[in-house]
């Protein structure tokens, strides 16, 4: 069965393979690291976590950009009431967030790129944009005239005629539904950072950022967008028109958007007090895999309920699985080998791929495997299992942790995990490679703290722990 994925911009399922060269080409909003990011944040992040392993499991190569959004008006306004610069403040909460994705087990897209990296050719686009009619200046400040594109309101289905003449918007938020012409870029205002640049001092607004990095890194036309349902409109609406203005070319051909996280039933908000970060999770004794798992569990175009009680069960879930795994490895079956058993593993690895290849059905995916552990957990019972049968069974539970990566424990608090190591060696790797040693020096020496010492050898980094 092909992977089939929902197109929010062609209101469908559709059948789903890379324009070329077997590699998925995507881009996925990344956070504005203003504060840490709270587990609705996580529930997107999750989603596209789970999409990555399934592309891959698919046979397909990545090539998934990620930004990070550095500036903004929150981040501004935090930084500023912090006395801190605006490089300080986020990259305490650039590097919060790395940990969170680690402790949840995300994997590290190929480009993770913050957009003041970019602000120059951010300022090129704009620049491209002005030569093409698609925006006019006031104070300082250039607007996109979204009168200019006539595709507007395709992705979010809105029918913006009649809405779209002039107003201007200055926010980086603004309502649903609401059209008006959006800030490219945003003058200096007293005590703001601004960059100097070829259009003038300023600084880039948020949708134009994601449209100059997917890009920049991916070519003209993605195969995969994907966010949080809440960015549909205006910012990827926004993203559309800016990019297919610059190229002529569809931006992206697939878009995919993961529901809201619901807290026991009601809207996440401070207010309410139901509003949690990753931490907040953590510091009341849950595992990170059984967030992991409840965040998954539910397919990502149905809003989850998140609630501790979920989340025990999501701790039990797991226990059930370890169990199994537990007894395929050590209980002693009979010589020989079930045929029955042969085909019953067969048909829940199948089922376990369809499901997942059906617009990432996860709820399904799992059902299939508790169906086998029930099944199988019977015949060790009554003896039917063979010990013929054992490495097919754990081939398959190998096979559902490639994509849910729930079945090895964290490790104990204070104790990096082998993963955790592992990724951040490959970023020193790739720090060095990209002369960033002042970075890969930093890691040395964060990993010497938590007791790894590193060896360059000919054949590559080696590890161990003191
Ligand atoms: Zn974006």
Redesign the pocket.
């Known amino acids: 069965m092909p992977l089939r994925l929902y197109n929010t911009l062609s209101q469908q399922v559709e059948d789903f393979s890379p324009a070329r060269d077997n590699t998925v080409r995507m881009?996925t909003?990344?956070p504005t690291v203003y504060h840490y990011a709270h587990i609705g944040n996580f529930r997107t992040f999750t989603f596209v976590d789970i999409l990555r392993k399934t592309l891959r499991a698919n046979g397909f190569q990545l090539d998934h950009v990620m930004?990070i959004?550095d500036v903004d008006d929150k981040i501004i306004r935090n930084a500023a009431a912090e006395h801190k610069d605006l490089k300080d403040y986020t990259a305490v909460y650039t590097q919060a967030f790395l940990d969170d994705c680690s402790a949840l087990r995300l994997e590290r897209p190929e480009h993770l790129v913050p957009a003041t990296e970019h602000i120059d050719d951010m300022a090129d686009a704009i620049a491209r944009l002005t030569a093409g009619d698609h925006t006019y200046s006031s104070d300082g400040s250039v607007y996109f005239r979204i009168g200019t594109f006539p595709g507007y309101g395709k992705l979010s289905h809105n029918d913006f005629s009649g809405n779209i003449a002039g107003a201007r918007v200055d926010l980086d938020e603004y309502e649903k539904a609401d059209a008006r012409d959006f800030a490219l870029w945003k003058a200096p205002k007293e005590g703001e950072k601004y960059w100097e640049t070829a259009i003038g001092p300023g600084r880039p607004g948020?949708?134009i950022?994601?449209s100059v990095m997917a890009i920049k890194y991916l070519g003209e036309t993605l195969d995969i967008h994907a966010?949080g349902i809440d960015?549909v409109f205006p910012?990827?609406e926004n993203?559309i028109a800016q990019s297919e203005s610059l190229t002529g070319k569809p931006f992206s051909r697939f878009w995919l958007h993961a529901e809201f996280l619901m807290v026991e039933g009601q809207k996440m908000s401070k207010s309410l007090g139901n509003y949690f970060t990753l931490r907040d999770v953590l510091e009341k004794g849950h595992a990170p895999e059984a967030i992991r798992y409840l965040l998954a569990s539910v397919p990502y175009r149905k809003s989850l309920n998140f609630t501790f009680d979920g989340l025990k069960s999501a701790a039990t879930a797991i226990d059930r699985l370890r169990n199994f795994k537990l007894r395929l490895e050590t209980d002693r079956f009979p010589e020989g080998s079930n045929d029955q058993l042969i085909a019953r593993t067969r048909a829940a690895e199948q089922a376990f791929a369809a499901s997942l290849n059906d617009d990432l059905n996860t709820a399904e995916a799992l059902a299939a495997v508790f169906e086998y552990v029930r099944d199988v957990n019977t015949a060790m019972d009554s003896g039917e299992f063979r010990s013929g049968n054992g490495a097919a069974a754990l081939a398959f539970l190998e096979r559902f942790d490639s994509i849910f990566d729930v079945l090895k424990p964290t490790a104990q608090a204070g104790q990096l995990s082998d993963a955790a190591v592992e990724a951040l060696v490959k970023e020193r790797d790739a720090a060095k490679k990209a002369k960033n040693f002042a970075r890969a020096d930093q890691i040395r020496k964060e990993l010497l703290d938590q007791g790894i010492v590193l060896e360059d050898t000919k054949s590559g980094v080696r590890w161990k722990r003191k």
Request: hydrophobic letters at 15%; one cysteine or more; charged letters at 15%.
């Open positions: 881009y909003c990344g930004n959004t948020w949708h950022e994601c966010g960015l910012h990827h993203e």
